[in-house]
Structures are given as C-alpha cells and as structure tokens.
C-alpha cells in the first residue's frame, strides 16, 4: 500500500494514520487531491493464533491505524445537546463551533465509510438521522439476550444497540465471526473496520494517496510571513526530506499533534503555529470510566459477543441530579493481560463468569488542563475535570438496575480517562482556540487539524464516529479554499 520514495510535491500532505488523518485522506483523494500520508510507524501485520499478545496494551508504538487497531469499534453520534453550552457539576461543558446539523450528513458519510451496524430502537437520546442506519444492528446473543430480557422486565429501562463498526454480514462473507475478543484487541481477521481498513485502504485505492511508514514528520514550513502552509519536513531512513505542499493535515493525537505546532514555530509564530489564542496543548477533555461487573456464575461460561448493549436512561439527566450524567455500556471481553500475577487469578474469575460493563462520564476541560509544550515533550499541567458525585450517582445507578434485575454486581472504583480530545481544539474565537470551526488553522492557512484534538468536548459517548465526520468536513472546507 505504501511508495518506496516521496515525491517533492503533493496537495496535500497528512501527519497520522488514526481515525482524523486516515478518513481526512480519503476525503481529499475522493475529490481528486494527491496525497501523501505521513506515519512514524509501521503496518500490523502479525502472524499470530493467540490473540492475548496483541491486547491494548501493546499499542505503546505507533502503527498504522493507530489506537483504532484496538479500539471498539463503538460508533456513536454525539447528540444534539452536546454541541452546545451544558451546565455540570464542576462548571460548563462548552459550546462547539458548529451545530449537530452541521455536521449531520458527514455522519452518514462516516458510518457508511465505516461499515456501521446501528439501530435507534430504544434508545431516548438517539438523534435525527437524515439517512437510514448503513446495517441492521449486531444481534444479542445468549447471555446478553438474557440480560436484556430482566433489567427491561424488572426495571422498566430501555436498553438500546451499541453501533459497531464491523464487518458483520454471515449471508455474503463478512469477516467478523462476532469472537469474545474484539474491544482492547487486534483483529487478525480484518472483520473489525479500523481507521486503516475503513478509510486508509480506501483511500489509496483511489490511486491518489501514498502512504509512507517509519515516517518522522519534524515541522511544518510556512511562508516567510508565517501566513501559509508551504511544506513539510520529514525524517525517513536517517535522511531529511523536505515536501512542498498547500495542505497539511495533522492528526498526530493528544500530544504529538500540539507538539508537532510547537516545533514548528518561527519568529511570526513564537508561540508555535495556530496558537495566537496560547490555547495549544490546553483543554485537556475526556471520559470519566469505571467499571461494573453484573455477576451471574453458571451463565458465562460461554464463548460470545457482548459488546451489544446500552442504556442511556441518565445521559441527560437522572433521578437526584439535575446534570447529565452518561452512559452504561457493555465492553468486550477484555482478559486481565498485564495485571500482576497476585490479581490475575481473581479477575479471570470474575471475568469469567460477569458481564464487563462500563459507567462513562463527562469530564471538562479548561485552559489549566493539558500540557505544557517543550522541545523535550509535553508536560501534563492539568488533568480533564471529573463530575465526581454526578458520577458517583451514575455507578450506583448502574449497580442498583443490575442488582434489580437479579444479578449480583462488583463495581470497583477506578480512575482513568479514556477518549481523550481537545488539546487543539476548534472555536469561533480566536483567542480561546487553535483552529475554526472548518479546522483550520486560524491564523495559518492551509494548515488543519483533523485528529481528536479539535473536538472542543468528549460528550459521553465514544467519539470515533465523530473524528471522522469532522475529518470528512475538513476535507470538504481544504478543498474550497483552493
């Protein structure tokens, strides 16, 4: 898939294979741009019958795909009031740029991209769809159907589909087999629709994107009076390379893509380029997650799918707070691979025999979380703001609709933020942001920003599907400007 030598020019050259750059590429070569993509790493492609050696844990180094080689494959879209100003717990979830509407039809561009199976049955919170769902839902299996069954009987919620974006067609030789191992891992099957195989394949088959591995971008060259993109840097095979271009797309993720900015600065640019606003690095957002286990000892003995259920009953409020909430999600089978040997033998037991669910949340971010940006790396100055007993109400919620429907529930408590976004993130001001609501650059043309990082805010849903809408907005906006 890859060009053994770069050209001196392109339309556009791209920093990252994750979700933003590898769909941002797609867009640019559907409307006939050259493309060069950039990535530091190399394509996975291991040969391997076990799937345990290739846990989310392994992804510690760049490959092409990115973090999306083990993700979920959950695609949601944001909801409509994500988009706006939400009062919380600890302060307001702000505004976006732009509106659901605005970004609706790249949504339904983005899920037929990604294969996405989906269904808005039961689910209160699920937006206006100006098209159908591309697939019919993933089907509940045994132990999940049963699941379903009691806490819809015996509690009155409604428990919806997770969206996946799968291969999933048994009829016509889809690939995905729906395995135990899906979420945290590598697919050897190529049945899980990545950023790699969803968009990046796609985009070189146009014949207009060359992909380049074991790739360093260094900086980005602009004009002399700082006001254009003109080309890019790069380190491959220990040589320096310099590509001259009118596009750049970054999409290096939470840190590299700031600190990619940061190394590229110049004396109209002191502060790194796109951040007049000081904005770079800062606006740390993210979910708050901890997990649930609806424990039922004699029924998960089975090898199945899980990750097929939701229940969105509190996203936008709840009983006892007047703030949203979140979500109760159903993960995939995720074995305890790098856990002490001390813990191991209890949590294969009780994975075992559970169901892995997960509470997610909002947390917020402000110009205090993030990072401070140097040629050494980026130093974290601030974390995302948890809403700590909006979230608290959450868990008991979770555990009180399980407990009810008759299993017994283990829900440890955990910190970690998952879903990262906004270190470069998009706004109508220019003194509190680092790219427009197009993602571009404010103050620097050409140059756009297409990674998770422009997302001003996490929601509390998954935040794939959005990337890439935002990706395939992008490259609709880089290519007018020309």
């Known amino acids: 898939m890859g060009n053994d030598e770069i050209k001196s020019s392109y339309d556009a050259v791209i920093i990252g294979?994750?979700?933003?750059?590898?769909?941002?590429?797609?867009?640019?070569?559907?409307?006939?741009?050259?493309?060069?993509?950039?990535?530091?790493?190399?394509?996975?492609?291991?040969?391997?019958?076990?799937?345990?050696?290739?846990?989310?844990?392994?992804?510690?180094?760049?490959?092409?795909?990115?973090?999306?080689?083990?993700?979920?494959?959950?695609?949601?879209?944001?909801?409509?009031?994500?988009f706006n100003d939400i009062d919380m717990e600890s302060g307001v979830s702000p505004g976006w740029p732009i509106t659901y509407a605005d970004l609706e039809p790249h949504y339904c561009e983005a899920e037929k991209l990604f294969k996405v199976h989906g269904s808005s049955d039961n689910d209160p919170t699920e937006p206006p769809r100006s098209a159908p769902w591309p697939h019919?839902?993933?089907?509940?299996?045994?132990?999940?159907?049963?699941?379903?069954?009691?806490?819809?009987?015996?509690?009155?919620h409604k428990v919806s589909h997770i969206p996946r974006s799968i291969d999933y067609d048994p009829e016509n030789g889809g690939k995905c087999v729906l395995c135990r191992h899906c979420d945290a891992y590598y697919c050897p099957r190529d049945a899980k629709v990545d950023a790699e195989i969803g968009a990046l394949r796609p985009a070189v088959a146009t014949g207009k994107v060359s992909v380049f591995t074991n790739t360093k971008a260094?900086?980005?060259?602009?004009?002399?009076?700082?006001?254009?993109?003109?080309?890019?840097?790069?380190r491959r095979n220990d040589q320096d390379?310099?590509?001259?271009?009118?596009?750049?797309?970054?999409?290096?993720?939470?840190?590299?893509?700031?600190?990619?900015?940061?190394?590229?600065?110049?004396?109209?640019?002191?502060?790194?380029l796109a951040n007049g606003s000081g904005a770079l690095g800062r606006n740390w957002a993210a979910h708050t997650m901890n997990w649930v286990f609806p424990i039922k000892w004699r029924v998960q003995k089975q090898n199945f799918h899980q990750k097929t259920f939701a229940i969105h009953s509190y996203y936008h409020a709840g009983p006892h707070s007047k703030y949203p909430m979140g979500v109760i999600q159903a993960s995939g089978n995720i074995e305890p691979i790098g856990m002490s040997r001390r813990f191991r033998y209890f949590a294969n037991v009780l994975i075992n025999h559970s169901f892995q669910v997960f509470v997610m949340g909002e947390a917020l971010p402000t110009m205090q979380t993030g990072f401070q940006l140097t040629d050494d790396g980026a130093k974290t100055i601030g974390e995302p703001i948890p809403n700590k007993k909006t979230f608290n109400k959450l868990r008991k919620h979770a555990r009180d609709i399980f407990r009810s429907a008759g299993y017994f529930v283990f829900a440890p408590k955990t910190k970690g933020h998952f879903h990262s976004v906004g270190t470069a993130r998009m706004g109508a001001d220019p003194s509190k942001s680092v790219i427009n609501s197009n993602c571009k650059a404010h103050d620097v043309d050409g140059l756009f920003v297409i990674d998770a990082t422009a997302l001003p805010t996490a929601g509390a849903l998954n935040s794939g599907l959005t990337i890439a809408a935002v990706a395939l907005r992008a490259a609709a906006a880089a290519e007018l400007r020309g």
């Open 136 to 156: 019919a839902a993933i089907p509940h299996q045994g132990p999940a159907r049963d699941l379903i069954q009691r806490v819809t009987e015996k509690t009155g």
């Open 241 to 272: 390379v310099t590509v001259s271009t009118g596009i750049v797309g970054v999409g290096a993720g939470l840190r590299e893509t700031p600190l990619l900015l940061w190394r590229s600065r110049t004396s109209k640019h002191e502060k790194g």
């Open 17 to 82: 294979t994750g979700i933003g750059g590898s769909t941002f590429a797609y867009g640019l070569a559907k409307r006939g741009l050259s493309v060069a993509v950039i990535e530091r790493g190399d394509y996975l492609r291991p040969e391997i019958k076990d799937l345990a050696p290739l846990h989310f844990y392994y992804f510690d180094r760049p490959v092409v795909g990115g973090q999306t080689k083990a993700y979920g494959a959950a695609m949601y879209r944001l909801r409509e009031t994500d």
């Open 218 to 234: 260094i900086r980005i060259l602009t004009t002399p009076d700082g006001a254009r993109v003109t080309g890019v840097e790069l």
